[in-house]
């Protein structure tokens, strides 16, 4: 059987061929003889965390989930619709064996997910995911009597997140006027609340879950909705979530766009400034621009990069003890207050900057020149072949001889479909755009079906 679980859980159409009702139900039975410790649990029976984003299909897919987790002995704490990084603390913080969160992220209604959290809020190394997925073909544990699990709902989920977001930033933002756009999902409470306590002036946009608008138009992948609600109240930024509020982008006053390198960027000088930058490094993948390299070393802060993903970019943290890293997409991790990208934490941070230096969001972003970047997707391609093929491999070196240090190429295959992604960064958009079009028909040709 192919590998279910991606870099962020399994994923793909609700009630389609893979993420079922009964699906949902094996995958948590499988989870429960996996993640359950049983010389940790002595006496007392495991505990999971559950929580989802709003969309329709979780309703059935979490009920799913939890009947699957107490039929097979697992108190389950019911925490209803929360953001992802709230889910991965409050598993930690009520000492809770593992976590499990409902939700597609940024993807379209239609799809959902399931992605589970080991003790403490970690996400699950590859080995044991795929000993869950191996744990399906096995019959599952079938308790009886007062052995099966119990249900409780975590009625202050929320409450608890609010309160945990002001003790670790203590954010001081009054006097500045913030449009926040929660995509329709996960974080449409929690977000304008923190917000607004913090002392935030807040019109709030995005913030009306039906089931079905989450991200629809609106979220980090749809900011034009954000960029005119700033400028329509004057407002001095706009923040950006996706579904599950793990991702954070930023608008400045006059609409302009910041993306997750230049949030980056902005947190990393504040920290170095306030000697919290553990080991002066910031940790990013080799999706970031290469402007945030040029940054960075300008700040004389170290950048390690990783592949791409933030499963990735955590685990490179917490080997070498980093306290900050993330993507381009706007998954920003702080270890020192969280175990996985948070959105709202993300927003906070960033809207305080601006309030302690007093500067405007487009003035601190200016540590960062982005270099013009483009990406192409090259679809039905045998992606398997892009990393050893020499006609490929010689086109790159070529590019990459032609464009100096005036620029990069990248070429990475997808982990979910035949494509190959060409990434070109040069001086100027016209020639990252001509380049990264002669390498595309290089690959079109030399990978083709």
Do not use: W
């Not at 398997?384 to 010689?394: A, F, H, T």
């Amino acid at each position: 059987m192919p590998r279910l679980f991606g870099t962020d859980g399994v994923r793909g159409l609700a009630n389609g061929e893979t993420i079922t009702a009964d699906f949902a139900l094996r995958l948590a039975q499988a989870a429960a003889r996996v993640l359950r410790d049983p010389e940790g649990t002595e006496g007392r029976r495991p505990v999971a965390v559950v929580g989802r984003d709003p969309r329709a299909s979780g309703e059935f897919l979490s009920a799913a989930v939890v009947a699957g987790l107490a039929s097979s002995g697992i108190d389950v704490l019911d925490a209803g619709v929360v953001p992802t990084p709230a889910l991965a603390f409050l598993t930690s913080e009520v000492h809770a064996d593992f976590g499990v969160m409902l939700s597609a992220s940024h993807n379209a209604m239609p799809d959902n997910g399931i992605k589970f959290f080991a003790v403490g809020g970690h996400k699950l190394p590859d080995a044991v995911e795929d000993a869950i997925q191996a744990a399906m073909d096995d019959e599952p544990d079938r308790p009886t009597g007062i052995d099966v699990g119990r249900v409780t709902f975590m009625e202050d989920a929320g409450a608890r997140y609010v309160r945990h977001l002001l003790d670790a930033v203590e954010p001081n933002l009054r006097g500045l006027t913030i449009v926040l756009d929660a995509a329709h999902g996960a974080a449409s409470l929690v977000s304008p609340e923190v917000f607004r306590l913090a002392g935030a002036e807040v019109h709030a946009i995005g913030a009306r879950p039906d089931g079905l608008n989450i991200n629809d138009g609106c979220g980090s992948t749809h900011l034009e909705s954000l960029q005119a609600a700033v400028v329509e109240h004057g407002a001095h930024l706009g923040i950006a979530h996706d579904g599950d509020a793990d991702r954070c982008l930023a608008v400045d006053a006059s609409g302009e766009p910041i993306d997750g390198d230049q949030i980056m960027a902005i947190l990393a000088i504040a920290l170095k400034e306030k000697g919290e930058l553990a080991e002066n490094t910031l940790v990013a993948t080799v999706m970031s621009n290469l402007g945030l390299m040029r940054a960075m070393e300008s700040a004389g802060i170290e950048v390690k990069q990783t592949g791409v993903g933030d499963r990735y970019v955590l685990e490179e943290m917490r080997r070498g003890g980093y306290s900050l890293g993330g993507e381009q997409s706007g998954h920003v991790i702080m270890l020192e207050h969280a175990t996985t990208g948070d959105g709202v934490l993300t927003g906070l941070m960033l809207a305080a900057r601006v309030a302690e230096t007093g500067r405007s969001l487009a003035q601190l972003a200016g540590a960062m020149t982005r270099m013009p970047q483009v990406l192409i997707n090259v679809k039905d391609v045998d992606k398997d072949r892009v990393d050893g093929d020499e006609g490929v491999r010689s086109a790159i070196a070529d590019e990459e001889s032609s464009l100096g240090l005036e620029g990069r190429v990248l070429l990475r295959k997808s982990g979910t479909e035949p494509v190959v992604r060409v990434m070109v960064e040069a001086a100027t958009e016209e020639r990252a755009r001509t380049t990264a079009d002669r390498l595309s028909g290089v690959v079109k040709e030399r990978l083709a079906l």
